[in-house]
């Protein structure tokens, strides 16, 4: 079983600066309390093929993550993949950003969940969950990227 999760939030912040602050996965922990923390390779802006490294925390339990960024046109698309080996991983995921005006952005957020193995059994708590939080998660980005 596989589902998807999304919010959809506005921030009062020009596009541009949404989006580069978004590219940098290295901000996710400003707004993703299970992320503990998170390098990029390579160093340098990101790209197609950056990939970010990650501990989280999710239901007590701690794992590594590796996202590849998949796509990337500023300052309106970034997309992602999940191709570490967990029981629950992101297989597609993505920001679309669009100007409202010159100073408002409206973010869509979304993340395809898929189980493997055990994960099979797992995945559908966790996208309950996901589900459950995206309007908060949505707010949660919005507050990091305006204090930025």
């Given at each position: 079983m596989a589902g998807r999760f999304e919010a959809t939030v506005e921030i009062d912040r020009p596009v541009e600066e949404v989006f580069a602050y978004l590219a940098d996965g290295r901000n996710d922990p400003a707004f993703s309390p299970r992320v503990l923390e998170i390098t990029k390779t390579p160093d340098g802006p990101t790209a197609v093929g950056t990939v970010f490294t990650s501990t989280v925390k999710d239901a007590g339990m701690k794992t590594a993550?590796?996202?590849?960024?998949?796509?990337?046109?500023?300052?309106?698309?970034?997309?992602?993949?999940?191709?570490?080996?967990?029981?629950?991983?992101?297989?597609?995921?993505?920001?679309?950003?669009?100007?409202?005006?010159?100073?408002t952005t409206r973010l869509r957020i979304f993340n395809t969940l898929e189980?493997?193995?055990?994960?099979?059994?797992?995945?559908?708590?966790?996208?309950?969950?996901?589900?459950?939080?995206?309007?908060?998660?949505?707010?949660?980005?919005?507050t990091a990227v305006e204090a930025s």
């Open positions: 993550r590796r996202i590849r960024i998949t796509e990337l046109r500023a300052p309106t698309t970034l997309r992602w993949t999940e191709i570490s080996k967990n029981l629950v991983t992101s297989a597609d995921g993505g920001y679309d950003l669009s100007a409202v005006s010159p100073t189980g493997h193995g055990l994960g099979k059994l797992l995945v559908g708590l966790a996208l309950s969950a996901a589900r459950k939080d995206a309007p908060a998660f949505g707010r949660r980005i919005k």
